[in-house]
């Protein structure tokens, strides 16, 4: 593989959503994020891009 292109689980952690917002790192948003580096391990890309939620809680 050479690129593996991922962003964070703006459903679960921006703060833009109004119910079930994450503030801890558990829940299915840590899950998704998860299943990314699990990804990212297995088939060791040449390159990766994460893009990062700027409203994610500080404790994620």
């Known amino acids: 593989m050479k690129l593996l292109l991922g962003g964070s689980p703006c459903t679960h952690w921006s ?3 109004t119910r079930n917002w994450e503030t801890q790192p558990v829940g299915l948003g840590r899950e998704l994020f998860r299943n990314y580096l699990i990804a990212r391990e ?3 890309p040449d ?3 994460y893009e990062n939620n700027k409203s994610v809680a500080p404790a994620i």
């Open 42 to 44: 297995r088939y060791g």
């Open 15 to 17: 703060i833009a959503q």
């Open 47 to 49: 390159f990766y891009l």
